[in-house]
């Protein structure tokens, strides 16, 4: 039924229904040209005959023997979704490539195949944008505000941590503002500026909770953090600490600096002043 395109449409219409989660089913021919329309569990799509998808993910490097073919996972031209293909190789009784059959996955109606992501638990280093890093040492750090009252401010962020439920802490020493998460809203984040950073009223406003057990930094090792992030602000006039971040769920201390780089470590590794983060 190869090349009577109705029949094989009826065909692809009969068989998507066996195949679990499939979105869409279609033939193709060697170079990549659809040679029948779209098939789904609804029906015929009556808009793609004659479509060339020769340059899409799934048709690079085929090989001239393969039989079938799982691509990764690519974004879909249309839906802008990621999604993947199945490649099915379709010959002739003498063995010549006729075409291909071609059937489409949404990644959403898949199955979940594998554990939940994990951060990895070693030290991260990302560059940042070369513009900024080109100009660094044109710079020097202006003191703000919160360094102006850092001892106040850490203060408080210890006790909003350790005694009022905030899990995760994002703080801008540069513009002197906090970005906060607490666990009993944990979708939402709040924004504490300098004055309410140096204003111990504001613990009032965070329930008092107690220090989760799950917590992978201990509330007592939280004020050596903070401190560790007072040294990177003031070590050097050029190359200094612009954004620190804390997460005692993760257990996970975000660095920014002034260079634009950042770094991802878990706080063990942070509080080692052995550490190449300290020593390079």
């Not at 048709?59 to 974004?75: K, P, R, T, V």
């Not at 906090?178 to 924004?191: E, I, K, N, S």
Request: glycine residues 6%; charged residues 25%; contains cysteine.
């Amino acid at each position: 039924m190869w090349k009577n395109r109705s029949k094989l449409e009826h065909v692809l219409e009969a068989r998507i229904r066996k195949i679990f989660h499939c979105k869409y089913l279609y033939a193709l021919d060697p170079a990549g040209i659809q040679v029948c329309d779209n098939i789904s569990k609804e029906g015929i799509f009556q808009n793609d005959f004659g479509r060339d998808r020769s340059d899409r993910p799934y048709m690079q490097n085929l090989g001239e023997n393969f039989d079938f073919n799982l691509s990764e996972a690519y974004i879909s031209l249309r839906a802008k979704r990621p999604s993947l293909t199945a490649l099915h190789s379709v010959r002739s009784d003498d063995g010549s490539l006729l075409g291909y059959i071609g059937a489409d996955f949404d990644l959403r109606d898949l199955p979940m195949t594998k554990a939940m992501y994990e951060d990895p638990k070693s030290w991260v280093q990302l560059k940042g944008d070369p513009s900024i890093r080109s100009g660094v040492f044109e710079q020097k750090r202006i003191e703000s505000m919160l360094d102006q009252n850092i001892d106040t401010v850490f203060g408080i962020l210890t006790e909003l941590s350790s005694d009022h439920g905030v899990f995760h802490i994002m703080l801008h020493f540069s513009s002197s503002r906090a970005v906060v998460w607490h666990f009993d809203d944990p979708f939402r984040y709040r924004l504490l500026d300098v004055e309410s950073l140096i204003d111990p009223d504001i613990c009032l406003a965070f329930p008092k909770s107690h220090y989760p057990k799950n917590a992978l930094i201990p509330a007592d090792r939280i004020p050596e953090i903070w401190e560790a992030f007072r040294e990177l602000r003031f070590v050097d006039e050029m190359l200094y600490l612009r954004t620190g971040t804390l997460n005692i769920f993760n257990g996970i201390v975000g660095l920014t600096f002034s260079c634009d780089g950042s770094h991802y470590i878990p706080w063990e590794e942070f509080l080692d002043r052995k550490h190449e983060l300290w020593t390079s």
